[in-house]
Structure formats: structure tokens, C-alpha cells
T-cell receptor
């Protein structure tokens, strides 16, 4: 079945440094979504990417969808303590059967002040 | 607007006991989902319901049953709880039916379940 791999599993940064998490799928995706989960909280939708090569920005966050629609990345510029949490990508492959969205295992962002 | 409401928030069970986790959404969404979240494993889909009256297995359905009671409510039942089912359980809903995931999933606050 479809697999979505996300790296790194953990990332420690100093406040103000940049952060990037990468998501790779074993199959071509129709679209990919990104979620953020604060410690002790629930996943919250951030954005969806649909088009090959698409780039979207939300303030300090930049999301990219690969040309082959098999990979994606989330980059945070100048991290702040409010960015702490786990970032998940979730890919959808049309015709992929009953699995629907397949979530990566997430990247835990830890920020040291 | 409450969104997705899960009850209970915490529960401790003994091995072999049964219980039902409740989930209700007030966004008029067609699709509802149950996930479990374990350390290092991300979110794994247990069951989903594309629309009222339909349910389908996800990645890890063994040991669970579900009921889509109506459009608003989707419950998850553990018939005979096992320690391996200790986890955080999230219910989610989305606007469109099965076959299109072009709308975001909205998650409840989760149920933290411990089985001794």
C-alpha cells in the first residue's frame, strides 16, 4: 500500500534558526496536506497542495510540492517558540483504495530558547 | 461552534473490559474517521465512514468496531480491551465524501485510553 515517509523524526533548533521537514511518497499523490499538532493537542490543518511544483507561503512557513508529486517539504524561517510541535504531512493518492489520506509519522520540532 | 466533540477525554480500563468512544460533529460533514496515535507511529486510520450508513476498514481495524449512528455521530467500540490498544484516539471529519480528500480533516481533542 501507499507509504509516506517523513524525515527527520526529531529536529532540535535554536530559536531564530530555520527548520525544514521532508515528506516522500512511494506513489504519485493527487494532493498533500500538512498538519501541526501542539504538545498535548490535536492535529490542525495548515494547508493543501495540489499542483505539480506548487509553492505556497503562510507568513514564515513555505510549503512545496514536488514536480513529480511524490514529495513535499515544509520550511519555517526564523523559528519561534510558538512553532513547537509535531508537523505531519498526509498524502492522498486517487484510486488508492480504502486508505484515503496516509499520514507520515511526523517531525517533532523542539526549539531551544 | 463546537466542531468535533469526543467523549470521554480520559479512560482507564482493565484487560477484557469493553467500552465505546463517542464522537459527534456539528459541521454537517459527510465523512468521519477514527485514528489512533502511538509514539513514533504517527496517525493510523482504524475505520472511516464516507457517508451515513457506510463504514470501511482502515489500516488497523482489528479489535475494533464502529457505528455511524447518523450523520453527526460516529462511535468506536472496543469489545475486549487489550494492553496493545493503549493509545490516544482521535476522531476527525471532513466535508466531502469518500473518494475526494480535497477538504481538510477536522480533529477532536482526543481520548487518552489506558488499558491495564
Amino acid at each position: 500500500g501507499q507509504q509516506v515517509m517523513q524525515i527527520p523524526q526529531y529536529q532540535h533548533v535554536q530559536e531564530g534558526e530555520d527548520f525544514t521537514t521532508y515528506c516522500n511518497s512511494s506513489t504519485t499523490l493527487s494532493n498533500i496536506q500538512w498538519y501541526k499538532q501542539r504538545p498535548g493537542g490535536h492535529p490542525v490543518f495548515l494547508i493543501q497542495l495540489v499542483k505539480s511544483g506548487e509553492v505556497k507561503k503562510q507568513k514564515r512557513l513555505t510549503f512545496q510540492f514536488g514536480e513529480a508529486k511524490k514529495n513535499s517539504s515544509l520550511h519555517i524561517t526564523a523559528t519561534q517558540t510558538t512553532d513547537v510541535g509535531t508537523y505531519f504531512c498526509a498524502g492522498y493518492a486517487s484510486g488508492g483504495g480504502a486508505d484515503g489520506l496516509t499520514f507520515g509519522k511526523g517531525t517533532h520540532l523542539i526549539i531551544q530558547p | 461552534n463546537a466542531g468535533v466533540t469526543q467523549t470521554p477525554k480520559f479512560q482507564v480500563l482493565k484487560t477484557g473490559q469493553s467500552m465505546t468512544l463517542q464522537c459527534a460533529q456539528d459541521m454537517n460533514h459527510n465523512s468521519m474517521y477514527w485514528y489512533r496515535q502511538d509514539p513514533g507511529m504517527g496517525l493510523r486510520l482504524i475505520y472511516y465512514s464516507a457517508s451515513e450508513g457506510t463504514t470501511d476498514k482502515g489500516e488497523v481495524p482489528n479489535g475494533y468496531n464502529v457505528s455511524r449512528l447518523n450523520k453527526r455521530e460516529f462511535s468506536l467500540r472496543l469489545e475486549s480491551a487489550a494492553p496493545s490498544q493503549t493509545s490516544v484516539y482521535f476522531c476527525a471529519s471532513s466535508e466531502r465524501g469518500w473518494g475526494s480528500s480535497n477538504q481538510p480533516q477536522h480533529f477532536g481533542d482526543g481520548t487518552r485510553l489506558s488499558i491495564l
